[in-house]
């Protein structure tokens, strides 16, 4: 167990390094930032002046190693806009950002366990069917259109909830529907399948076989094996969540980490995308972390050796 | 009250495939005594397992159907119970041992928990009660420490061990028909010679019925008091056990016997059927095993052939008709 | 049963028997009601994205300031017009052609870069497998969207841009499956035989490998479309994507957004138009995975 935790840190520490360089590069080879800052028609001189003092005129793998020896130490250097620190803002962030994806985990669980147990249950019933063809669409729904359609239902028909901004719990209603839109339907569709699996294997024509009601083989032993695999799938999918949650903070103007990642490219304020790219990098191989331990540890067969 | 437990008569049951409806038994009637072991021998695909399922109402539900027949337990139909009567039956009154002890147990229970389950269902009792009768059980079909095995899960026993287990999740309520599906097959030799004689002990302790399905004719030698042979899905020989060693008289069956393994023919090479068992919707009309027959002659490809009666020894071949006329259809 | 035989006996049948198994095909997609409907929602899509100037009740372009946002059915704009002036209706139907040029051209440099590495990566074993897969495991462990988003806005926007950033986020999916597909054949014992006949490992390549992947690619491939629609989409409603004025329907989205609060049709069937795209897409999708390949259908 130590040695696999070991080498899961290992690949943590590849991955945000990766992540890191790629996206370094990426950036520096796209242009020069020092434009941004000065008026087109800016003189010569002037933005020669600029980038020595922002050090864009060294050598690129001059500025990639010294990049890396500041991010190690947590130095992102300062936003080109504001001057403040880049990590501390993307930082300040995160909480809501986490707000926002584990708020919408837990409603699609609550919404989506159930419905796709009793779609495995009802295999092939009009109700199966139904629930079946609903995620299909839900798939197919852009959930920043979805957040748009919410907003003009809810705050500017009904004027109900507000659209924008953060702070409250009714501020945390649409966004949250709108995140979980697309995990619900992924985890209705696996639930169902994944039930449908385990159903049909030789350990629980055993239960029926020792006289075991149907609903005791779905609710009882069913379900506990299919969890393992949907827990797994869950853990994960927060990751995905994270990912979703830059197109619906956008739409909701929702302040997380989401928001200023989109506005500092808007800006092309490099130094908080790289923060931002470093944090959400760390949270991605922490979950994807996580995920694995916790399916060894609902797994009995990898738990008890 | 008769003696007899179960009969299966004429069952016919129908599969529905993605090319279409399937028989895979046709016109399967034998009958089976209290405190009688009945062997039930076939190759595989030859419908031992499904009829056996039938008899537990465990076909699947939207796939397969019983088109013709009947199955008396108790004197009762049990082709015509709803699911929640049926459900009183399973594990209670009958129960079943599935082959693959690897598979057949849930991996994320622990024993206590699986074992508790037809408890819980038939028996009215409190939970120290409950654990007391597990525990005995376990210890009765010889699994030490049985106090521990209760909180361990499937995974953390051997082969042997856990079909033990299977027996004593079918045994706890002292059932009165037991349903064995090729209990040892997937078993070292050495472990299925101790399971054997368990369940011969156990028999003979409780005057269970047994429905003992296997392709091993060595396994019906040590275990039966009678036999059915099946072949793709139809009843072709019965017999009690001696008289089928000494006289068989489907050429299905003589094959079958001459096809095993036997000390003084070790040296010399093993006789086997050619051909493979026809499926489902390969039965055309004739004898179904007329293609591998060695005897086969015009009639075969053209007539099915009744059963021929023999005083209790049955045979469905068209060999038995000069000698004997035909008395079913 | 005998003319079976006599078929496959016959070498000149064989154009015969090709016909019949597109036939059969198409029998099969006639069974089942979500394929046919997949089917005719690509079929509309393409017609729009070719005719769709023609088809165009206006000038899609064409901005007359006294007329706009006008609800839906008054002037003969059927689905209202937009801030400028434009009619929606034309603006969604000359959009279709963004879409599917981005989805096509997408799944084909994805397909193509994911195959390749895939097909290295599987034939070759080795270093290079560890090598190519760490890349993917890497890269597989970063949101897609955000991915698409970062370099975009890296790339700059525009049509092609926007492809190779869906691309560059998208190969490692179709490199994952190739990979082990190309694993699985090496097993298969045609395999193995032209291995140990000598066969050149080249021509093992070109000759077994390739053609027996085409399958799962094409299934892979249509089932990513629609994810690449709705991703391209996202990063233009972030105004990352396709610019305005070209009309495309993320863009009409973000546009849109400023009005929401009086004129609802602005949103409401760009974003009709790319739902029933992907839904469209993912059907036609599911079947043709569930018809080519049943073993897929666990996945």
Redesign the interface.
């Known amino acids: 167990m130590l040695d696999f935790i070991v080498k899961r840190l290992l690949q943590v520490v590849l991955v945000v390094f990766l992540a890191l360089t790629v996206v370094f590069f990426l950036i520096r080879l796209s242009g020069d930032p020092t434009t941004l800052f000065l008026p087109p028609d800016a003189p010569r001189e002037q933005i020669e002046e600029y980038r020595e003092l922002l050090g864009f005129n060294r050598p690129l793998y001059v500025q990639y190693g010294d990049f890396m020896f500041n991010a190690v130490q947590g130095d992102f250097g300062q936003s080109l806009r504001s001057g403040e620190d880049a990590l501390s803002l993307v930082l300040q962030r995160m909480p809501a950002t986490f707000q926002l994806a584990i708020s919408a985990l837990f409603l699609s669980i609550i919404i989506a366990i159930p419905l796709g147990v009793l779609s495995a249950y009802k295999r092939n019933t009009f109700f199966d069917k139904a629930s079946v063809g609903i995620t299909v669409i839900g798939q197919a729904i852009p959930n920043f259109w979805f957040g748009l359609i919410l907003i003009y239902i809810f705050a500017a028909q009904l004027q109900l909830l507000p659209s924008s901004g953060g702070g409250s719990l009714s501020h945390l209603v649409l966004p949250v529907i709108t995140l979980a839109l697309y995990s619900v339907s992924r985890f209705v569709r696996f639930t169902r399948s994944a039930m449908l699996d385990v159903l049909s294997k030789d350990y629980i024509r055993t239960s029926r076989a020792a006289g075991a009601p149907t609903s005791r083989l779905i609710m009882k032993y069913a379900l506990k094996n299919s969890l393992i695999p949907i827990i797994t799938l869950v853990a994960l999918d927060l990751g995905v969540l994270l990912g979703g949650a830059v197109i619906t903070e956008a739409v909701f103007s929702w302040p997380g980490v989401g928001r200023l990642l989109h506005q500092s490219l808007m800006n092309r304020d490099f130094p908080i995308v790289l923060a931002g790219v470093f944090i959400i990098a760390i949270i991605y191989a922490v979950i994807n972390f996580i995920a694995d331990i916790l399916y060894a540890y609902v797994n009995p067969q990898i738990r008890v050796k | 009250m008769s003696d007899i437990l179960l009969e299966i008569k004429d069952l016919g049951i129908q599969f529905n495939t993605g090319k279409g409806p399937i028989q895979p038994i046709r016109g399967v009637s034998f009958s089976l005594k209290s405190g009688e072991t009945l062997g039930v021998v076939g190759e595989s695909g030859s419908g031992k397992s499904v009829t056996s399922l039938a008899v537990m109402g465990l076909l699947p539900e939207k796939k397969s159907k019983i088109v013709s027949g009947s199955i008396h337990f108790n004197d009762e139909d049990i082709t015509k119970l709803s699911e929640k009567q049926y459900r009183k039956l399973r594990g209670n009154e009958m129960s079943m041992i599935f082959q693959e002890p690897m598979t057949s147990l849930n991996p994320v229970f622990t024993i206590g928990e699986l074992l508790s389950e037809p408890l819980k269902q038939h028996k009215k009792m409190s939970k120290k009660e409950r654990k007391e009768a597990i525990i005995n059980v376990l210890k009765q079909v010889g699994i030490p420490r049985a106090e521990q095995i209760i909180n361990e899960y499937p995974h953390q026993l051997s082969g042997g061990m856990r079909q033990r287990v299977m027996i004593s999740l079918a045994l706890l309520c002292e059932p009165k028909l037991l349903i064995c599906d090729e209990p040892t097959t997937a078993l070292d030799v050495t472990i299925q010679a101790q399971i054997l004689e368990l369940m011969k002990e156990i028999k003979a302790e409780k005057n269970m019925s047994l429905l003992f399905i296997t392709h091993d004719l060595g396994v019906v030698a040590e275990m039966c008091d009678r036999v059915v042979v099946m072949y793709a899905g139809e009843i072709v020989e019965v017999a009690e056990i001696n008289e089928l060693f000494d006289q068989p008289l489907h050429p299905y069956t003589q094959g079958l016997i001459h096809s095993r393994p036997t000390n003084n023919s070790r040296k010399s090479a093993l006789y086997s059927i050619k051909g493979q068992v026809p499926r489902p919707e390969e039965i055309g009309i004739g004898c179904t095993f007329a293609n591998r027959c060695p005897h086969a002659f015009e009639k075969c490809l053209k007539e099915t052939p009744p059963i021929f009666e023999k005083g209790d020894h049955l045979s469905k071949c068209w060999l038995q008709d000069s000698k004997r006329q035909a008395v079913m259809k | 049963m005998e003319t079976g035989t006599v078929t496959t006996a016959n070498p000149l049948n064989v154009k015969a028997k090709k016909e019949s198994k597109s036939k059969e095909i198409a029998r099969k997609l006639l069974r089942s009601w979500?394929g046919v409907i997949g089917f005719s929602l690509i079929i509309l899509l393409l017609i729009l994205s070719i005719f769709g100037e023609v088809i165009a009740p206006f000038d899609p372009m064409d901005a007359q300031l006294r007329d706009r946002l006008l609800p839906p059915l008054t002037d003969g704009h059927l689905l209202g017009t937009d801030q400028l002036g434009r009619d929606i209706l034309s603006r969604v139907i000359v959009g279709a052609r963004v879409s599917v040029v981005i989805g096509l051209s997408t799944v084909l440099l994805a397909g193509l870069i994911g195959t390749i590495v895939g097909v290295i990566a599987g034939y070759y074993r080795g270093w290079i497998d560890i090598v190519l897969m760490?890349?993917v495991?890497?890269q597989l462990?970063?949101?897609?969207?955000?991915l698409v988003?970062?370099?975009s806005?890296?790339?700059?926007a525009g049509l092609t841009n926007i492809v190779i950033s869906l691309a560059l986020a998208g190969w490692v999916i179709f490199a994952r499956v190739i990979r082990s597909e190309v694993l699985a054949l090496r097993e298969k014992e045609f395999i193995t035989a032209a291995i140990a006949t000598g066969v050149p490992k080249l021509q093992i390549l070109v000759r077994h490998i390739l053609p027996n992947i085409f399958t799962p690619i094409i299934i892979l491939g249509s089932l990513q479309i629609?994810t690449y629609i709705?991703a391209e989409?996202?990063v233009s409603?972030?105004?990352?994507g396709v610019q305005p004025p070209t009309a495309a329907w993320g863009n009409m989205?973000d546009e849109g957004?400023d009005y929401?609060?009086?004129s609802?049709w602005l949103?409401?069937f760009p974003?009709i138009a790319?739902?029933?795209t992907?839904?469209g897409v993912?059907?036609f999708g599911?079947w043709l995975r569930d018809t080519l390949d049943p073993e897929l259908k666990?996945e």
């Open positions: 979500t760490r890349i495991d890497v462990s970063f949101p897609f969207i955000l988003l970062v370099i806005a890296v790339l700059g629609g709705i989409a996202s409603f972030l105004g990352f989205l957004k929401i609060f009086n609802w949103i409401t974003g790319i739902i029933l992907a839904l993912n059907l599911d666990g």
